[in-house]
């Protein structure tokens, strides 16, 4: 039972030389509205202006992510994880570096301005 979804953030520090990171956000009921909100976040001037620095792009896409689907510290239908949660549909994965995307298992990224907001389609 539920509707869930993530998304795999990737925190890459090439400047220092530090290996990349995911973080992952979850949504236990909202999967199917995953991709929608997900572009409304990347289309936010608060996450374009902070896309470069990661530790703040990341802040700014959990916070407003989180918002979107009404979480409040009591919800329990979202989190954010070091690894994959439970999972109904793909993976979107977000490069805080430079912005790009791609689906998991995709080998090309994609520019920021591409997204669609949308599933792949099968």
């Known amino acids: 039972m539920g509707d869930r979804a993530n998304v795999k953030l990737i925190y890459d520090d090439v400047e220092n030389d530090v290996p990349s990171a995911p973080l992952y956000v979850y949504t236990h009921w909202s999967g199917t509205e995953m991709p929608k909100t997900a572009k409304e976040v990347l289309d936010s001037p608060e996450f374009r202006s902070n896309v470069g620095d990661p530790p703040y792009a990341g802040r700014v896409f959990i916070t407003r992510f989180?918002?979107?689907f009404g979480a409040t510290m009591e919800s329990k239908g979202y989190g954010v994880s070091p690894y994959e949660s439970d999972n109904n549909?793909?993976?979107l994965e977000v490069d805080l570096e430079d912005?790009?995307?791609r689906w998991e298992g995709s080998e090309e990224w994609q520019g920021l301005d591409t997204f669609n907001g949308e599933y792949p389609e099968d």
Do not use: L, Q, V
């Open 66 to 68: 989180m918002e979107a």
């Open 89 to 91: 549909h793909p993976i």
């Open 99 to 101: 912005g790009n995307w």
